[in-house]
Protein backbone atom coordinates (compact mmCIF):
# COMPACT_ATOMS: atom_id res chain seq x y z
CA UNK A 1 0.00 0.00 0.00
CA UNK A 2 1.55 3.12 -1.09
CA UNK A 3 -0.34 6.41 1.69
CA UNK A 4 -0.98 9.53 -0.15
CA UNK A 5 -0.49 12.29 2.19
CA UNK A 6 -0.10 12.65 5.62
CA UNK A 7 -3.52 11.50 6.91
CA UNK A 8 -5.70 8.97 5.17
CA UNK A 9 -8.04 5.28 5.61
CA UNK A 10 -6.84 1.88 5.05
CA UNK A 11 -9.46 -0.74 4.25
CA UNK A 12 -9.22 -4.36 3.97
CA UNK A 13 -10.12 -5.82 0.45
CA UNK A 14 -13.93 -5.52 -0.57
CA UNK A 15 -14.35 -3.22 2.10
CA UNK A 16 -17.94 -3.45 3.67
CA UNK A 17 -18.42 -6.10 2.04
CA UNK A 18 -18.24 -8.95 3.81
CA UNK A 19 -15.25 -11.52 3.14
CA UNK A 20 -15.33 -14.54 3.19
CA UNK A 21 -14.66 -17.63 5.60
CA UNK A 22 -10.88 -18.42 6.40
CA UNK A 23 -9.82 -14.97 4.52
CA UNK A 24 -6.57 -14.35 4.77
CA UNK A 25 -5.00 -10.71 3.83
CA UNK A 26 -1.70 -8.97 4.36
CA UNK A 27 -1.09 -5.37 3.97
CA UNK A 28 2.53 -3.53 3.84
CA UNK A 29 2.57 0.14 4.40
CA UNK A 30 5.20 2.58 3.97
CA UNK A 31 4.57 5.55 6.27
CA UNK A 32 3.67 6.32 10.40
CA UNK A 33 -0.10 4.37 10.92
CA UNK A 34 -2.82 4.52 13.44
CA UNK A 35 -5.01 1.02 13.04
CA UNK A 36 -12.25 -8.14 12.69
CA UNK A 37 -11.44 -11.18 13.96
CA UNK A 38 -7.28 -11.78 14.57
CA UNK A 39 -5.44 -9.12 13.10
CA UNK A 40 -1.34 -8.17 13.56
CA UNK A 41 -0.29 -5.45 13.47
CA UNK A 42 3.46 -4.90 13.07
CA UNK A 43 5.87 -2.51 13.14
CA UNK A 44 8.85 -2.73 10.59
CA UNK A 45 10.55 -5.88 9.77
CA UNK A 46 9.73 -8.96 8.21
CA UNK A 47 5.86 -9.71 8.01
CA UNK A 48 4.45 -11.94 10.65
CA UNK A 49 7.63 -11.81 12.92
CA UNK A 50 6.15 -12.32 15.72
CA UNK A 51 9.16 -10.03 17.82
CA UNK A 52 7.39 -7.01 15.73
CA UNK A 53 4.01 -6.93 16.72
CA UNK A 54 2.98 -4.05 18.45
CA UNK A 55 -1.32 -5.03 19.01
CA UNK A 56 -3.08 -8.29 17.75
CA UNK A 57 -6.25 -7.06 17.86
CA UNK A 58 -9.27 -9.22 18.08
CA UNK A 59 -13.27 -8.72 17.38
CA UNK A 60 -14.22 -4.95 17.00
CA UNK A 61 -12.15 -3.07 19.82
CA UNK A 62 -8.96 -1.36 19.01
CA UNK A 63 -6.80 1.33 21.03
CA UNK A 64 -7.21 4.89 20.20
CA UNK A 65 -3.95 4.83 19.03
CA UNK A 66 -1.34 2.84 17.43
CA UNK A 67 2.32 5.08 16.69
CA UNK A 68 5.05 3.23 14.96
CA UNK A 69 8.39 3.27 15.94
CA UNK A 70 9.53 2.93 12.43
CA UNK A 71 8.74 4.08 8.89
CA UNK A 72 6.88 1.41 7.85
CA UNK A 73 4.27 -1.10 9.13
CA UNK A 74 2.27 -4.43 8.35
CA UNK A 75 -0.97 -5.83 9.40
CA UNK A 76 -2.05 -9.16 8.82
CA UNK A 77 -6.15 -10.20 9.15
CA UNK A 78 -7.19 -13.61 9.48
CA UNK A 79 -10.77 -14.65 9.87
CA UNK A 80 -11.20 -18.33 10.97
CA UNK A 81 -13.35 -21.25 9.20
CA UNK A 82 -16.95 -19.76 10.41
CA UNK A 83 -17.28 -16.13 10.59
CA UNK A 84 -17.00 -13.78 7.41
CA UNK A 85 -17.48 -9.88 8.58
CA UNK A 86 -16.94 -6.23 6.84
CA UNK A 87 -12.98 -6.52 7.63
CA UNK A 88 -11.24 -3.49 8.81
CA UNK A 89 -11.19 0.02 8.29
CA UNK A 90 -7.91 1.97 9.44
CA UNK A 91 -7.17 5.55 9.77
CA UNK A 92 -3.41 6.97 9.77
CA UNK A 93 -2.09 10.02 10.80
CA UNK A 94 1.62 11.24 10.15
CA UNK A 95 2.53 12.60 13.52
CA UNK A 96 5.58 14.66 14.70
CA UNK A 97 9.08 12.42 15.65
CA UNK A 98 9.03 12.23 19.57
CA UNK A 99 5.45 12.17 20.12
CA UNK A 100 2.71 9.91 20.48
CA UNK A 101 -0.42 11.68 18.65
CA UNK A 102 -3.67 12.38 19.67
CA UNK A 103 -6.02 10.21 22.22
CA UNK A 104 -8.57 12.69 21.17
CA UNK A 105 -11.10 13.42 24.33
CA UNK A 106 -14.03 11.01 25.24
CA UNK A 107 -17.55 11.98 24.66
CA UNK A 108 -19.05 13.51 27.35
CA UNK A 109 -15.82 14.63 28.09
CA UNK A 110 -13.05 17.24 27.94
CA UNK A 111 -9.18 17.11 28.38
CA UNK A 112 -6.77 19.40 29.91
CA UNK A 113 -3.06 19.65 27.99
CA UNK A 114 -2.85 19.66 24.09
CA UNK A 115 0.67 18.73 23.25
CA UNK A 116 1.52 14.65 22.63
CA UNK A 117 5.13 15.10 22.81
CA UNK A 118 7.69 12.62 24.95
CA UNK A 119 6.63 13.71 28.89
CA UNK A 120 3.62 15.62 28.12
CA UNK A 121 0.65 14.52 30.48
CA UNK A 122 -2.94 14.72 29.54
CA UNK A 123 -5.48 15.01 32.08
CA UNK A 124 -8.90 14.32 31.72
CA UNK A 125 -12.57 15.10 33.06
CA UNK A 126 -15.97 14.16 32.52
CA UNK A 127 -19.48 16.65 32.46
CA UNK A 128 -21.60 16.50 35.42
CA UNK A 129 -23.62 13.52 34.91
CA UNK A 130 -21.10 11.35 33.58
CA UNK A 131 -17.90 9.43 35.90
CA UNK A 132 -14.45 8.83 34.41
CA UNK A 133 -13.85 5.46 33.74
CA UNK A 134 -10.24 4.31 33.22
CA UNK A 135 -6.88 6.25 33.69
CA UNK A 136 -7.77 10.39 34.79
CA UNK A 137 -4.22 10.83 33.53
CA UNK A 138 -2.13 9.69 30.62
CA UNK A 139 1.80 10.17 29.71
CA UNK A 140 3.39 10.29 26.63
CA UNK A 141 5.88 7.89 27.14
CA UNK A 142 9.68 8.26 25.17
CA UNK A 143 8.33 4.73 22.95
CA UNK A 144 5.80 6.87 21.34
CA UNK A 145 2.70 5.28 22.85
CA UNK A 146 0.09 6.68 26.12
CA UNK A 147 1.13 4.96 29.34
CA UNK A 148 -2.88 4.27 28.73
CA UNK A 149 -5.79 4.11 26.65
CA UNK A 150 -8.58 7.47 26.29
CA UNK A 151 -10.89 6.94 29.54
CA UNK A 152 -14.69 7.15 28.70
CA UNK A 153 -17.75 8.74 30.40
CA UNK A 154 -20.36 6.86 31.36
CA UNK A 155 -24.08 8.02 32.95
CA UNK A 156 -23.81 8.15 36.27
Request: hydrophobic share 30%; proline share 4%; glycine share 12%.
Amino acid sequence: INLRGPRGVITSPNYPVQYENNAHCVLWTTGNLICLYTCLLGDGGKIGDTRRVLYVLTGSSVPDIIVSLSNQMWLHLQSDDTIGSAGFKAVYEEIERGGCGDPGVPAFGRRKGNSFQHGDVLTFFCQSAFELVGERTITCQHNNQWSGNKPSCVCK
